[in-house]
Every structure is written in C-alpha cells, then in structure tokens.
C-alpha cells in the first residue's frame, strides 16, 4: 500500500483535493468532525486543518447548477463572482 500524503493547511487541501471534496461521501459531511473521518481513510491530514477547510472552502450548499460556496478565496478557488 502507498504511504498517505500529508496535508499540512487548508490551503493544501483546497488545491490537491478540491475535486474529490465535491463528491461522496466527503460533501456529503454534517461537521468537520464526520469529514475528517471520511478523509483519515486515505490522507494524513489533522482535524484542525479540517476544521480550517471547513470554515474556508467547503460548499455549504448546490442549489441547480449554482454552487454557493464559503470563504475568503471563494472566487479565487471556484470562479465564483
């Protein structure tokens, strides 16, 4: 089996699996907590930076083709105006 890659930031994790976030079971989450539990399976990242991501990055909610998405660098990140 191939060692876990280490996530060290929010950032981080945004940029390396922001794709896979999208999909389930990682959108489908309730709490950082619940994500981080589904994420620990295949990278070693801590609860914080979860946590971090949570707060910064996550989509709260798709509505359509809309994607509403939370966080500072949310244009940066998803192209969101």
Do not use: C, N
């Not at 990242?45 to 509505?63: D, M």
Request: net charge positive; aromatic share 12%; hydrophobic share 45%.
């Amino acid at each position: 089996m191939a060692p876990k890659v280490q996530i060290s930031s929010s950032l981080e994790l945004q940029m390396q699996y922001s794709e896979v976030l999208l999909q389930a079971p990682y959108v489908e989450a309730q709490s950082p907590y619940l994500l981080h539990k589904a994420l620990s399976f295949s990278i070693r990242v801590t609860a914080g930076v979860v946590k971090q991501w949570w707060s910064s990055y996550r989509v709260s909610q798709i509505q359509g083709d809309a994607k509403h998405v939370v966080g500072p660098f949310a244009s940066q990140i998803w192209g969101v105006t």
